[in-house]
């Protein structure tokens, strides 16, 4: 598995965050992407702004199952 850098594939994402909070985020993504997940740019915005306050935890699960639930309507087509 390749190693990814989502703040050099998303640096205008991850301007507003310290260097504490892209490590955090970065852990994040990478720990996901052991257990399977594949983060897109709006995963990847929506884990941010949650870390930012700018989402609530339920907010950013809503959006999330959300997005897979249709994910998987459009593959089961």
Do not use: C, K
């Amino acid at each position: 598995m390749a190693h990814i850098r989502y703040s050099q594939q998303y640096p205008d994402l991850f301007a507003p965050l310290t260097a504490d909070q892209v490590w955090a985020i970065e852990q994040t993504l990478a720990n996901g992407r052991l257990e399977g997940w594949d983060p897109d740019r709006l995963d990847v915005a929506d884990l941010i702004d949650q870390a930012l306050g700018r989402l609530t935890l339920t907010e950013y699960v809503t959006r999330g199952s959300e997005r897979r639930a249709a994910a998987r309507a459009r593959i089961a087509v």
